[in-house]
């Protein structure tokens, strides 16, 4: 078994965001089998993921930064160390800080 860095991968990839064109890097840390899949995922604040969701069972750790789901009264914002759900149905994520996130996944 291999020990990985989260702080140091999400650094890594927070610097390739901030020089991106499209303000965004990403790159997979962990897979179990061929279930389960777990993703760095790094943004630019200002930045959106648009129609997010999951094909299978997923959340989103916010790791570092702050994010914004859900508009109106059903709007959620989180920060670092905020686990949040990820909808079947598709919904936006407005980057309010630069962010990175732990995207797990299972994979139907």
Do not use: C, F, H
Not at 71 to 88: Q, R, Y
Request: hydrophobic fraction near 40%; glycine fraction near 10%.
């Amino acid at each position: 078994m291999e020990k990985i860095s989260l702080r140091t991968v999400a650094g890594e990839q927070l610097a390739a965001a901030r020089t991106a064109s499209n303000g965004r890097s990403a790159v997979p840390v962990a897979t179990s089998g061929e279930r389960l899949l777990q993703t760095v995922i790094a943004l630019r604040a200002g930045e959106e993921m648009t129609e997010y969701g999951s094909p299978g069972d997923a959340t989103v750790l916010v790791l570092t930064g702050r994010v914004r789901t859900g508009s109106g009264k059903s709007a959620v914002e989180a920060s670092n160390g905020d686990l949040l759900p990820v909808p079947e149905a598709s919904r936006d994520l407005e980057i309010v800080e630069d962010s990175v996130l732990l995207l797990s996944a299972v994979r139907r």
